[in-house]
Every structure is written in C-alpha cells, then in structure tokens.
C-alpha cells in the first residue's frame, strides 16, 4: 500500500531576479520613508512616533522574510510556526511600550 502525502508549497517565480530587484526598491523606499518621519518627528516624543516605526519596522520585515529568506515560497505550517511566536513577540513589545508610557505619565503627575 502505498502513502503519498500531499505537501501543499508555492513554487517559486521563474523571475526571482526580478523579484528581488522589485522587493529592493520597495525596501529602499520604506527606509527612505522611516528615516525622513524619524527626522520629522524628532523633537516629539509620544506614543505614535512609536507605533509609526514599528508598524514600518514589520511592513519591512515582511518583505525581508517573504522575499529574501524565501518564506513566501514555504509551506503554511511552517510559515506559521515561524510568524505566530513573532506576533506574541511584538505584541508584548507593544504591551511593554503601553506599561512604560503609563509609567512616564504617573511619574509626571506625582
């Protein structure tokens, strides 16, 4: 009796070469975009400056991981055995900026 399993997997594009070049573009962009809004939000200091740069931290890492580490051509359970622990990661940053900034802001009022 034979068993064959069935592995679901993304092939990868016969223009990687393009893809890259494509994801490059897109990265320069975002650092292009991080770095003036760091300049332009310098003198603030508020919680949004925060997420504004976390939330193009990860739009840049997706491309990073998706792309170059080739992660978009896995299979689903390993992408998510990867990406799940990651989330948990950056949700309990996010948790730790939110108990920092309520800290800030009781020590300002004492």
């Keep these: 009796m034979e ?4 592995l679901e997997h993304t092939e ?8 890259i070049w494509k994801t490059f573009w ?3 962009a975002f650092t292009i975009v991080d770095i003036v809004l760091y300049f332009i939000l310098l003198p603030y200091q508020n ?3 925060n997420w504004v740069f976390i939330i193009l931290g990860i739009v840049k ?6 792309i170059f580490m080739h992660m ?6 390993l992408m998510y055995m990867i990406v799940l622990p ?3 990661v950056v949700f309990l940053v996010a948790l730790m900026l ?3 900034d309520f800290t800030n802001l009781l020590r300002w009022i004492k």
């Excluded at 978009?72 to 359970?77: D, L, V």
């Design 47 to 49: 919680m949004m400056k």
């Design 86 to 88: 990651m989330a948990f």
């Design 12 to 19: 990868t594009p016969k223009d990687m070469k393009s893809q």
């Design 26 to 28: 897109i990265l320069f």
């Design 61 to 66: 890492a997706y491309y990073i991981v998706g």
């Design 3 to 6: 068993h064959t399993e069935h």
């Design 98 to 100: 939110n108990e920092g």
């Design 72 to 77: 978009k051509f896995e299979r689903k359970s």
